[in-house]
């Protein structure tokens, strides 16, 4: 079979030259970069927020581990040699309390997170803690433990080997430890045994709540939904959380709407705020974070005292006698930085300047707490 062959024509509209072809390029860049300005800082909704409805319910138990080697609670945690002799009893099995050596076993809380969306026989991890006085959990093997919620009522079933991330060995004069070792995982470890009464898709208005607690944001979301939707169906309800009328087109199915609505683009926008640490000396600054005209100087001023003593030996065949005399050393260093003038400065400025004048991070705290008091860091300061 014969190819048919083409012609290819170019051709050129009457006054496209090649300068109109650069000044085209140019336009195209300047939209492009206008686009870039505009989205930079853009983050999705699902980031952001929060949906009722949309949650984990938090199950906690109380059980036991066995199977332990030497490594569980002590015969004076009396509450494991209970709970092992009603276990037992339970079994068929009598004993005597003070028969029982709780070594191999260890006293456990169990905890576990089931989502809204959990259904009968599925699975769920649980974490398993040591309560008594237990070295290690490692080898051990969690037994039948009902996991309650904050109703009272038992939603899932736990039970299984623990994987443990640590390990703890001590002999008569050292002891080596390598993490935590007295708290557990077992992955797929809970079933769950009742759902939570709760339908997503009967819901008729949802509620949106927002991370970040600022007015412009949540009109800026509330925007973008109505846009979305073609329709006045979101509302603002106060400074971080946002009322949404379920359209009719959605009505007992929501899961479209949300997978929507969850990769809108936003941009937030917050406080200027300043984050400090005392324990460790960190200091984290938003980019807003401005001051006004202002001088800064700093200095450390150290005096190191050292007192010792001196023997005073008198002459051979002098009738004195040996005695010591005080001496006392003083030294004083003080730095003598510069004043610095400061105004409108940036959050790098700031950085900058501080730095400039050999400021430590236990030093910016006194700074940027000092410029707070006097009313020339325009930022909320907040000290964790």
Known sequence: MNATPYTIIRTRRPGWTPGDKLVTAAIIAVVFLVLCVQTAGAVRL??????????????????????????????????????MRNMLDKMGVEVSETNLRPKNVAAVMVTAKMSVSARVGSQVDVTVSSIGDAKSLSGGVLLVTPLKGVDGSIYAIGQGALTVGGFSASGEAATAQKNIATVGR???????????????????????????????????????????????????????????????????????????????????????????DEKTGTIVLG????????????????????????VSQPGPFSEGQTVTTPVTDIQVQEQNNQLML????????????????????????SIIRTLHAAGALYAEVEVI
């Open 287 to 310: 980019s807003d974070v401005r001051l006004s005209k202002v001088a800064v100087a700093h200095g450390n001023l150290q005096i190191v005292i050292a007192e010792s003593q001196e």
């Open 186 to 276: 077992i992955p797929g470890g809970g079933v769950v045994e009742r759902e939570v009464p709760f339908t997503f898709n009967s819901q008729d208005n949802l509620t949106i709540s927002l991370s970040t607690m600022d007015f412009g944001t949540t009109m800026g979301v509330v925007d973008s939904i109505n846009k979305s939707l073609g329709g006045t169906f979101a509302s603002a309800d106060d400074i971080s959380t946002i009322i949404l009328e379920v359209p009719d087109r959605f009505t007992g199915n929501m899961v479209p709407l949300m997978a929507s609505l969850e990769n809108l683009s936003v941009s937030p926008d917050s406080r200027a705020k300043v984050v400090v």
């Open 342 to 365: 400061m105004e409108g400065a940036t959050l790098q400025e700031l950085v900058d300047g501080l730095n400039a004048i050999g400021a430590t991070p236990r030093d910016l705290i």
């Open 46 to 83: 699902k980031d952001i927020a929060s949906i009722s409805g949309v949650r984990t319910n938090e199950l906690v138990g109380y059980g036991l581990v066995v199977g332990l080697n030497g490594t569980g609670d002590g015969t004076n945690t009396s509450f494991t040699i209970t709970s």
